[in-house]
């Protein structure tokens, strides 16, 4: 039951960064619930690695208490990088 509670942890997470993070973020993001969710979880890790260089517990204080503030902020502040590089790729793609 561990691992799929750490799945769920991490999709509930994820929606939640996600949506903070786009809600933080100006300017009008195009982008589905679904890639919000993938682009929160993925900011999640990039922001435990900004943890980890500032002398936090980096992603392993992610994985092992996502649902404190500190690791909520870090992880929006990593989504927040993410969705802008994001932003940045698919800009040029679209017509």
């Known amino acids: 039951m561990g691992l799929l509670w750490a799945i769920i942890s991490w999709i509930i997470i994820g929606a939640l960064v996600g949506l903070i993070a786009r809600a933080i973020m100006p300017g009008n993001q195009a982008m589905t619930w679904g890639m919000t969710i993938i682009l929160g979880i993925v900011g999640a890790i990039v922001g435990g690695f900004i943890g980890g260089l500032f ?29 802008a590089i994001y932003g940045l790729v698919t800009r040029n793609s679209r017509v």
């Open 55 to 83: 002398g936090g517990s980096g992603v392993n204080g992610i994985i092992n208490n996502p649902w404190s503030l500190g690791t909520i902020v870090l992880s929006v502040i990593g989504a927040i990088v993410v969705m």
